[in-house]
Nanobody, 115 residues
Framework: QVQLAESGGGLVQAGGSLRLSCVASRSIFGIYGMDWYRQAPGKQRELVAGIDAAGTTNYVDAVKGRFTISRDNTRRVVYLQMNNLKPEDTAKYYC?????????WGQGTQVTVSS
């Protein structure tokens, strides 16, 4: 099984940057697809960015050009570099690991972007 631990959230002004990290417990981390989701109050949780085992990435349109997902399989960590943050990026960000039909979720880290 996989345990995930997110970190790096915080309060930042619009235009600022944060880097979120998600550390996975499983030694075969490299074969898992990894995703970052976010959920704002009153809104559905949405996929922000994903990276598969081969390194292929995908992003929701709202963050393209501003966010970058990456992974370090040796350290079993996935990152979400968030630049030029906007107030609408405010949400709790969750890390998800997936293999086949099984998914594991972290507890989330709060990102708040002020105007």
């Amino acid at each position: 099984q996989v345990q995930l631990a997110e970190s790096g959230g915080g309060l930042v002004q619009a235009g600022g940057s944060l880097r979120l990290s998600c550390v996975a417990s499983r030694s075969i981390f490299g074969i898992y697809g990894m995703d970052w989701y976010r959920q704002a109050p009153g809104k559905q949780r949405e996929l922000v960015a994903g990276i598969d085992a081969a390194g292929t990435t995908n992003y929701v349109d709202a963050v393209k050009g501003r966010f970058t997902i990456s992974r370090d399989n040796t350290r079993r960590v996935v990152y979400l570099q968030m630049n030029n943050l906007k107030p609408e990026d405010t949400a709790k960000y969750y890390c998800r690991a997936g293999l086949g039909s099984v998914y594991y979720w972290g507890q989330g880290t709060q990102v708040t972007v002020s105007s």
